[in-house]
């Protein structure tokens, strides 16, 4: 990435969130200085997007839906923007487009750099740990990529001194990597790829303690369920519901 990343999480971000906002990253020495790797995080405020970046010593790329990158004339300028800060354009609608999307997170990996991802998809209606879709293990078992689980918390703007905007006992703790080498080329299989995801989000419940809800985020923010079905689909962990068998 260019000197405009550089400037913008190093120059801007890093004093901003170290000084200011007073953030800050919990045992990100597990990052190794190069390498391919995965940061899997769960998702509750705005901010946690370029929360890592600014404080990681590496660049990480995140998705952005693919509709910022297309047109011209004031979208072409947010679309330069975004590549420039290492946003990378992901086709969200699913099924087979939604396979291919990943292609230009898996050429990140694949040129040895970070990718940044948060499985829920959306950030949490409500504090919770949601369901993680399985973007994250397709990436893991194409590349065989080391996947850093990342708990957040406190990542909400809450007026602070003056009534400015503070992030004060925001921080985001890094878990060990996990290695899914064992399941590599299984990506096709749908319990493969739910089992390595529900691993994935258990390690990060782990570490933030969240109660668990084994629905996707979006139906509960888009009113799909009511708050009693979704009471309904609380469970200790991930893959508690998970029947046992499935092996490497």
Known sequence: MGRWYRFMSRG???????????????????????????????????????????LLDRPVSYPAKAELFEGKGL???LS?????????????????????????????????????IFPEGTRSPDGRLYRGHTGVA????????PVYPVGMSNTHLRPGFLGLPSLRTAKAVFGPP????AWQGRGGEPEVLRRVTDD???????????????????????????????????????GAGTPPGLSA
């Open 138 to 145: 397709r990436l893991a078992l194409v590349t065989g990529a």
């Open 200 to 238: 994935i989000m258990r390690a990060i419940q782990q570490i933030t303690g969240q109660e668990y809800v084994d629905v996707y985020a979006n139906r509960v923010k888009g009113g799909e369920l009511t708050p009693d079905e979704v009471e309904r689909h609380v469970l200790p962990h991930p």
């Open 12 to 54: 801007i971000g890093a004093p901003l969130f170290t000084h200011v906002l007073r953030t800050r990253l919990v045992g990100a020495e597990v990052i190794p200085p190069r390498g391919p790797g995965i940061i899997a995080a769960n998702h509750l405020g705005g901010t946690d997007v370029v929360f890592v970046p600014a």
């Open 75 to 77: 979208k072409w300028v």
């Open 80 to 116: 330069a923007w975004l590549r420039s800060m290492g946003q990378v354009p992901l086709d969200r609608r699913g099924g087979r487009a939604g396979v291919d999307g990943l292609r230009p997170l898996v050429e990140v990996l694949e040129r040895g750099g970070l990718v940044g």
């Open 178 to 181: 996990l290695d899914f080498s």
